[in-house]
């Protein structure tokens, strides 16, 4: 009896020790910072803007912001504590945008150390803002009550709509360290009260050193990525209808704006020597408008549409390769293919950055109009 008195008294006490380590987090009491922006500052300095979510019903608005500057971003923590009359916290971070000027200096040691920390999760977003990022997320918006939330919930649903190359923290350090692949962020611009998702920004390394506006961003995600039910809006010449249409005097272009796009892409290396690249893309759709009048119900017609399609996917899919090459940038990732198909070359990011712009690529489309609406 005697025994079993003690071994209670040792669990109990063990129990007790053990409740003693633990760390207790109050909610109100904490400041849960869910979107971050960085800025370039004088002395080489960052400005560092958080943006808080208000846990307390009664506040008129949902966030709060704080700012402050420091050479590191772990010292724009502890400053940003000392502002903050509630402990903060990065454990429900859910985007961070970095200013342009910042992005083409390179942001490598600013993304390194949020790989590092165990209280950031790596399914964050990032993004690249035109205009500064305090800015962003300091301004009054009349319908936005949460900056942080806003950017977040935007670019998602961008993403989930096959519009927007998937910005997600360990998806960027995979492309940034991959001598064979570059990474890509989302692009914002701020005007007047309006938050703007204008396209992507293109990387080399971790430097930005170009935009692709939203449009394009089709042809990068064809290349690279296969789409399950994407949209797009593709322009035909009005002499390639021939008899067949009825462009209005003066229109320069026939748009075919297709949904339900389902696609798959191929990439060969086809010669290792002369750095020659096929990549074959076989995409479907529904056609779900055209902006001259046409006979779908013609087959005839629909063949044509798609080969002039065809056509029109390819020249812009070449002229999107093309200026990669000119930027000397790999978003698509030949370098990747490069290196699977051709063993043993040691590729790093200086040697591919001297091969890509040199290498020669032809693309070849394919496109099945599989409906024309509900009248079929």
Aim: net charge positive.
């Amino acid at each position: 009896m005697k025994r079993i008195a003690m071994t209670a008294a040792m669990l109990l006490s063990a129990a007790s020790v053990a409740a003693g380590c633990l760390q207790t987090r109050v909610l109100e009491r904490l400041g849960m910072v869910i979107a971050a922006g960085y800025d370039e500052a004088p002395g080489d300095k960052i400005l560092g803007t958080s943006v808080l979510y208000e846990m307390d019903p009664g506040a008129k608005e949902r966030s709060n912001v704080i700012t402050s500057t420091a050479f590191t971003s772990k010292g724009l923590r502890y400053s940003n504590n000392a502002e903050s009359r509630k402990k903060l916290t990065s454990g429900q971070l859910r985007v961070v945008v970095y200013h342009e000027d910042l992005a083409r200096k390179g942001l490598t040691q600013l993304v390194d150390t949020m790989m590092r920390d165990p209280e950031i999760g790596t399914g964050i977003y990032l993004a690249v803002s035109k205009g500064r990022a305090f800015d962003l997320m300091t301004r009054r918006y009349p319908e936005i009550s949460n900056i942080g939330e806003y950017l977040f919930q935007s670019i998602r649903q961008n993403v989930e709509s096959e519009e927007m190359i998937s910005p997600i923290l360990h998806e960027f350090i995979r492309d940034l360290y991959s001598p064979g692949k570059d990474p890509v962020l989302p692009y914002i611009v701020q005007k007047n009260n309006e938050i703007i998702l204008y396209g992507a920004a293109l990387f080399r390394g971790d430097q930005m050193v170009g935009t692709l506006p939203l449009r394009k961003i089709f042809y990068l995600r064809l290349l690279r990525d296969r789409f399950r039910s994407g949209m797009t809006e593709i322009g035909i010449s009005p002499e390639a209808l021939g008899s067949i249409g009825s462009p209005s005097k003066g229109q320069k272009q026939v748009y075919l704006v297709f949904d339900s796009v389902k696609s798959e892409s191929r990439i060969r290396l086809t010669d290792a020597k002369q750095l020659a690249f096929t990549v074959q893309v076989h995409m479907s759709g529904r056609l779900q408008e055209i902006s001259s009048p046409v006979n779908l119900r013609n087959r005839q017609v629909i063949e044509l549409l798609e080969r002039e399609a065809s056509k029109a996917v390819q020249a812009n899919a070449m002229a999107f390769i093309e200026k990669t090459q000119r930027l000397n940038v790999d978003p698509v990732g030949f370098g990747e293919k490069y290196r699977a198909q051709h063993r043993g070359t040691g590729l790093t990011l200086n040697k591919w950055k001297q091969l890509y712009p040199k290498a020669k690529v032809s693309v070849e489309v394919s496109t099945k109009i599989l409906r024309t609406g509900q009248t079929d």
